[in-house]
DNA sequence: CGAGATCGCTAATGCGCTTTAGTCTGGCTG
DNA sequence: CAGCCAGACTAAAGCGCATTAGCGATCTCG
């Protein structure tokens, strides 16, 4: 009879305890680093669990009060958007390497909406799997900071803009209102007035900012023909906002697309309906990638450091978890990559 | 003075017992539906637990050897290369499905290399965090099955070929030998004879398992000038090979490339070398995404359910923490879905 | 009608760890 | 030399849950 599955049984403090003669409690003061045992006894421990290969028991520990050595990151959009753009693996990619010096967990789960996400929260709240959690895709109007703190669960916020009214949570955010307002300063240079910014989700903080801010620097200069449209960030949105604003006679000279798919699809939306790119219409994609890179014209960028932006978020939420104060941290504003889908505005 | 954070603390079982008026014993066995107690007082007790918003932890029912109700999955990719398919997002997407059904957490974490990702099997093992794995990216004389099984880590390789000699997991798999078949049958089909193959890394599993069957196909049929080189997945290499492939006066006239990636990437290289797709060359990707359709000409892919793939994987898995025997199971294989990049063999 | 089976429930134990409250020894002080 | 104290360590309790043993009360059947 072969049984089940090969025992393999871990090692737990009572077998260091026995090996090193002593208590189980000299045991935890030793491996813990707290007084109570002589540098001879803790190195003789410490020796013994090395040995032995013995790993704490998450489980245990949480149990006595020590948190569940982990956090969560919860992702809501629909299923569709999901695999579109590389920003979120570079995002956990980052995380990870922060998470991962400090044998912290990452709890990983993708809900269907922002209600889903809330209820996922309290769960792990109540089922005491996290000790912390990272948040992604602020709204405005967002339910989650209120709730967190409700539940006293540590958050940083990842992209939003800092937030008064919930000053437990730490934030991590790109100023994008400077960064837009670095793109409309390129293209007004080159010569463009007329400008359709293809935005992402409305609702999304950073959406919101975006179109306010394209508003406010439209104003500033005296532009009138200015505008955005919200999408779902998905390619067929891309393509068939490019075909709409296009289509007329006061058509803009200058596309801004809120990620990297949407950019590519409207490219190739633009070129069908005949508009040569940058000739004719400058493209300029928030949010640089190797996509960026495959098409030709290549496409000029805002480009920023995905994995550092979550190494910071990460590192964010770890000093929360040591007891530290909530922080609002600034990550460098996405700098723009000229490559060949912008170019001197078309003489009108 | 206010307190570090609202202690809102959670409710647990004593909590309910006292409300019911029972011991706890029977509280636990009211919630876990054992025998033992009345129906009636099951329902009271259900009931104050659920007005309590009670949830069980994770951490006592992990302590008291129920597992720790979660399971773990590690990539191990060059950070490089990570976020450029979209095929682990969908996969990971359908895992959830399935694992959030039944309240198991899914832990994800990145790694370096193979080397990295057995000690994080091992950490978790002996910190008793998961109770099974999900393996990707199986290779040929792959270290992870042995130690799994080694440590009675309950796990299920994805898209690796069956190993007979750990019969212990469970294999989840795609014949992609058939589909290689196919897609030369219909390469084959429309003339042509010189076929070059861009695969992927060299050394997993399917990987080497496509390029043994390309080559098989081709002596199969008396093609001679039939090759595969391995590359790392990125758009780079796929245009590096691609240039160099198609360089010299026998060049193939079928690209076929193991990843939509480096297939886009192809394209291009090929465009800028004065080749037309698919009039000089035909293409087809191993992997459909929407990438596919967002360049001209819309790309000829091997179509698969990368949701349904996860959400296989991770029945399989459950299956398994259930008690269930090991099982290999096949997904269906790739269908080729036909679009502008393939066409009739240009005439030698 | 009494012995045993069954039901509905409680008390107690253990999982692996942390932590508090001791215990004991040796050295130091007055 | 009694009295104290610091240092090194042990004993025990508790975290929240599952589980086993146990205990009356009711039921069943010969």
Redesign the interface.
Known sequence: MTG?????R?PTMKDIARRAGVSESAVSFALNGRPGVSEVTRDRVRRVAEQL???????????SGEG???VGFVLARP?GT?????????L??GI??VL?ER?L??????AEDIDDECAVY??W?????VDGVLVVDPRTDDPRPGLL????L?AVVIGGAPDERHP?LSTVWADDAGAMAAVVDGLYALGHRRIAHIAGLPGLAHTERRIRTLRAEAERRGLSEVQSVPTDY??EAGAAVTRRVLHGPAAPTALIYDND?MA??GV?AA?ELGFTVPADVSVVAWED???C????PWLSALSRDS?EFGRTAARELTALLD?GPARTVRVPVPGLIERDSTGVARAV
């Not at 709240?125 to 799997?129: K, L, M, S, T, Y």
């Open positions: 089940k599955r090969s025992p393999a871990r290969g013995w790993r704490p028991s998450t489980a245990a520990r949480a149990l569940a050595a982990t299923a999901l695999g579109v753009d590389s920003f979120f693996l570079q956990v990619s990870q390497e991962a044998h967990g990452l709890l990983f789960q993708i309290r769960r709240w109540a089922e005491h799997r703190d409700e539940l006293g540590p437990g998905s390619d798919v590519v699809a190739a070129t990638s190797a996509l890179r495959l098409v030709k994995v007891g």
